[in-house]
T-cell receptor, first 112, second 114 residues
Framework: GENVEQHPSTLSVQEGDSAVIKCTYSDSASNYFPWYKQELGKRPQLIIDIRSNVGEKKDQRIAVTLNKTAKHFSLHITETQPEDSAVYFCAASTGGGNKLTFGTGTQLKVEL | DAGVTQSPTHLIKTRGQHVTLRCSPISGHKSVSWYQQVLGQGPQFIFQYYEKEERGRGNFPDRFSARQFPNYSSELNVNALLLGDSALYLC?????????????FGNGTRLTVT
């Protein structure tokens, strides 16, 4: 089955700096890669996703890149703000987007 | 529009008991999936249902079962509870099972087994 590895497990940045979280996946058939943000005690919220036929996608301060050859994808957050502090999960899926395999999460802390 | 709603929000059960968790998808969404999230880990896929049929099952024992109703709501049942079943159970809905369709999660049910 699919295996998703995520790094780093914790990330601390200064407000205004950029943050990068990286994930690798094992199943070359995976074609959908969402990112979720989960604040303490709350539900995972979809923040951005990318499909395998696209190399990069951007939404305001958030961007995701995908390298199918290397089987890795990354989340980039620019101009970080304290409200970006949360746990971020990457995920991968083959076929539809319902059976997601999640990474182990990255605790992002944005310090003032 | 209401998002995915789950009930109850919290539940405490004793080993050996059974539990039923409930989920209502976003209006118009026909696919419901269940995930288990143990503290400090990412969610793990348990089941997917679409049009009342099971479309996928994760690596969970037969003590776990689910069903979907004609109104697309869903129940997750867990029998013979073990301490290791303590987790946040997340329900997620999406428009379709046949094509890539973003998954939207509910707030979850926090199950504690003592």
């Amino acid at each position: 089955g699919e295996n998703v590895e995520q790094h780093p497990s914790t990330l601390s940045v200064q407000e205004g700096d950029s943050a990068v979280i990286k994930c690798t996946y094992s199943d070359s058939a995976s074609n959908y890669f969402p990112w979720y943000k989960q604040e303490l005690g709350k539900r995972p919220q979809l923040i951005i996703d990318i499909r395998s036929n696209v190399g990069e996608k951007k939404d305001q301060r958030i961007a995701v890149t995908l390298n199918k050859t290397a089987k890795h994808f990354s989340l980039h957050i620019t101009e970080t703000q304290p409200e970006d502090s949360a746990v971020y999960f990457c995920a991968a899926s083959t076929g539809g987007g319902n059976k997601l395999t999640f990474g182990t999460g990255t605790q992002l802390k944005v310090e003032l | 529009d209401a998002g995915v709603t789950q009930s109850p929000t919290h539940l405490i059960k004793t080993r050996g008991q059974h539990v039923t968790l409930r989920c209502s998808p976003i209006s118009g969404h026909k696919s419901v999936s269940w995930y288990q999230q143990v503290l400090g880990q990412g969610p793990q896929f348990i089941f997917q249902y679409y049009e009342k049929e099971e479309r996928g099952r994760g690596n969970f024992p037969d003590r776990f079962s689910a069903r979907q109703f004609p109104n697309y709501s869903s129940e997750l049942n867990v029998n013979a509870l073990l301490l290791g079943d303590s987790a946040l159970y997340l329900c997620a809905s999406s428009l379709s099972a046949a094509s890539i369709s973003p998954l939207h999660f509910g707030n979850g049910t926090r199950l504690t087994v003592t």
